[in-house]
Nanobody, 123 residues
Framework: QVQLVESGGGWVQAGGSLRLSCAAS????????MAWLRQAPGKEREFGAA????????FYGDSVKGRFTNSRDNAKNTVYLQMNRLKFEDTAVYYC????????????????WGQGTQVTVSS
């Protein structure tokens, strides 16, 4: 059974940083692209970042590009999202999700999601 457990969310002032982690189990982690998606109140889920199986290929949504960094440690079955220069509009529930072998930027290409972790940025 695939399980994805996010952690590291919380409250931070605008301009601050947070680091999210997602621990995966029940899958051959290194066979899968992984993504971070987010959903703000009243809005649809938005693509944030994705990383290829080996960690060498990453994609970012326009709203986070240059501020967020996606990485993974296949030995630990964990994917990370370093979020810097946070803005009020980054406030959302952040989910990690499992993809196929190919990394994409489409939320519908990721089939298993964690329970999410809340990130709140105060302006």
């Amino acid at each position: 059974q695939v399980q994805l457990v996010e952690s590291g969310g919380g409250w931070v002032q605008a301009g601050g940083s947070l680091r999210l982690s997602c621990a995966a189990s029940g899958l051959t982690f290194s066979n899968h692209a992984m993504a971070w998606l987010r959903q703000a109140p009243g809005k649809e889920r938005e693509f944030g970042a994705a990383i290829g199986r080996g960690g060498g290929l990453t994609f970012y949504g326009d709203s986070v590009k240059g501020r967020f960094t996606n990485s993974r440690d296949n030995a630990k079955n964990t994917v990370y999202l370093q979020m810097n220069r946070l803005k009020f509009e980054d406030t959302a529930v952040y989910y990690c999700a499992r993809g196929s072998s190919a990394v994409t930027t489409l939320p519908q290409d990721y089939d298993h999601w964690g329970q999410g972790t809340q990130v709140t940025v105060s302006s």
